[in-house]
């Protein structure tokens, strides 16, 4: 979902939308149970699959929002089966509910957005550099809070507007309090303070994933370092990934940001998955 200030900056332009939401989904579907848009006579925001479905429960909301017969002048359903009649091939069914806003479903559809960003996994990125900037880019479209840590405060000017960022003289200091299930991606100007902030992450028995920036001939400097005089053991230095995003020839920022936000993304789901089962 998009930024909290997107949905504010929407439901500010949209003083008629419609809430659609996935009221049940059986089998295989695009989306799962919870996943809601916004759709206004104009615009939407938000998605619950794409495809054929999608089309269908836009089409249905705008009709709603037109004023429709009287039965669906508040609220419609649609139960769709995802086969070759609509073009998809999922195989399963969805139950999609299309609820005209008031102020209540509003208010409810913002304290649901806010809920949702509040439970987002915390991506910490220790550089604004190059790669920093490219990263915060491609952080920016995901389900993440996203972090940029930085000593020099020119290295953050242009960040994407749904990005944090955080000067510090001190950046190692800001993985201390850092929530479990952190993702620590560190790629400063700097090789020392690099290896003071991998020490640090890697401390965090609890983080969903470690990355720095580098080759193979930094990460064996890095391990030299760790195990002789950073008092770090094999089985910690195990978790860190170096270098982030694999061994990909083309080192373009861009490219780097790509391979590397996936790479993220993946570990904060596994760690996700893996906090569920524990907890189910």
């Known amino acids: 979902m998009a930024s909290l200030s997107a949905l504010r900056a929407f439901l500010a332009a949209a003083p008629d939308a419609a809430l659609v939401e996935v009221a049940e989904a059986l089998g295989s579907t695009p989306r799962e149970t919870g996943a809601w848009m916004l759709v206004s006579p104009d615009r939407i925001f938000g998605t619950i699959g794409g495809g054929q479905l999608e089309f269908m ?16 002048a508040e609220a419609a359903t649609l139960d769709v089966p995802l086969g070759p009649e609509i073009g998809q091939c999922c195989g399963g069914r969805v139950l999609v509910s299309v609820r005209r806003l008031d102020e209540a479903l509003r208010a409810d559809v913002l304290r649901r957005a806010e809920r949702e960003a509040a439970e987002q996994p915390t991506v910490l990125v220790f550089g604004g550099g190059h790669v920093g900037h490219a990263l915060a880019s491609a952080l920016s479209l995901l389900p993440v809070r996203v972090v940029i840590v930085e000593t020099r405060a020119d290295a953050l000017d242009d960040m994407p507007e749904a990005v944090e960022t955080r000067l510090t003289a001190v950046p190692e200091e800001v993985v201390r309090p850092a929530p479990a299930g952190t993702a620590y991606v560190v790629l400063t100007h700097d090789h020392a303070l690099d290896f003071l902030i991998v020490a640090e992450a890697l401390g965090r028995a609890d983080a969903a994933y470690v990355g720095m920036i580098g080759s193979k001939t930094k990460r064996a400097t890095f391990r030299s370092w760790y195990l002789k005089t950073a008092g770090g053991d094999e089985a910690s230095l195990a978790r860190l990934v170096s270098p982030i995003g694999g061994e990909v020839k083309d080192k373009r920022p861009a490219v780097i940001a790509a391979l590397a936000a996936a790479e993220i993304v993946t570990a904060l789901a596994k760690a996700g998955a893996n906090q569920q089962t524990e907890t189910a």
């Open 57 to 72: 429960a836009i089409d249905r909301a705008r009709t709603l929002l037109a004023g429709g017969t009287a039965s669906e």
